[in-house]
T-cell receptor
Framework: AQSVTQPDIHITVSEGASLELRCNYSYGATPYLFWYVQSPGQGLQLLLKYFSGDTLVQGIKGFEAEFKRSQSSFNLRKPSVHWSDAAEYFCAVGDYNFNKFYFGSGTKLNVKP | GAVVSQHPSRVICKSGTSVKIECRSLDFQATTMFWYRQFPKQSLMLMATSNEGSKATYEQGVEKDKFLINHASLTLSTLTVTSAHPEDSSFYIC???????????FGPGTRLLVL
């Protein structure tokens, strides 16, 4: 069965520190992987996506993610966090025609000044 | 980038009434739109897939007679919560698939509160 696991419910980092949000997936075929960010009371904004090719993908706002097939992971990283990055982050896996999206439970990021 | 709007952003209604939520793709045509529900502090759960000109496909456990979906044009899908009850209170988010792009674009969501 398809599933996405985000093991960290809450993460707090200091402004300027590096960030890594974990995502593990279970999917029977080649996964199409996404990271979205949601600010309070808002919809989801696409940060980046992976379909094929280079396993390190660059996204908006300085985020990047690395696909590791052997570990079934797609972790999100940012070298230096800004206070405006505080939000909830969702990892998702999509099916081959981008209809069925399975979302993780989300990781809420707090940024300390 | 692609923009998806939802209206209203927030609605409060009495128990037993029906509420309609609109989802529009503003700068692209969407043959397929999706409706999600998000409970507080939880992830998004897909409710149904809406295809322009045809009946929606509902996920298991979602009552199609309670959540009526209409996708009458390539830029508009509507979700009507019929005879709403307090347990229907939630955050409803739509998304639209741009045929030329391999992803879904999400609307800002509609907060429904049923009293």
């Amino acid at each position: 069965a398809q599933s996405v696991t985000q093991p960290d419910i809450h993460i707090t980092v200091s402004e300027g520190a590096s960030l890594e949000l974990r995502c593990n997936y279970s999917y029977g075929a080649t996964p199409y992987l996404f990271w979205y960010v949601q600010s309070p009371g808002q919809g989801l904004q696409l940060l980046l996506k992976y379909f094929s090719g280079d396993t390190l993908v660059q996204g908006i706002k300085g985020f990047e993610a690395e696909f590791k097939r052997s570990q079934s992971s797609f972790n999100l990283r940012k070298p230096s966090v800004h206070w405006s990055d505080a939000a909830e982050y969702f990892c998702a896996v999509g099916d081959y025609n981008f209809n069925k999206f399975y979302f993780g439970s989300g990781t809420k990021l707090n940024v300390k000044p | 980038g692609a923009v998806v709007s939802q209206h209203p952003s927030r609605v409060i209604c009495k128990s037993g009434t029906s509420v309609k939520i609109e989802c529009r793709s503003l700068d692209f045509q969407a043959t397929t739109m999706f409706w999600y529900r998000q409970f507080p502090k939880q992830s998004l759960m897909l409710m149904a897939t809406s295809n322009e000109g045809s009946k929606a496909t509902y996920e298991q456990g979602v009552e199609k007679d309670k959540f009526l979906i209409n996708h009458a044009s390539l830029t508009l899908s509507t979700l009507t919560v019929t005879s709403a009850h307090p347990e229907d209170s939630s955050f409803y988010i739509c998304s639209a698939r741009d045929s030329g792009k391999e992803t879904q674009y999400f609307g800002p969501g509609t907060r429904l509160l049923v009293l």
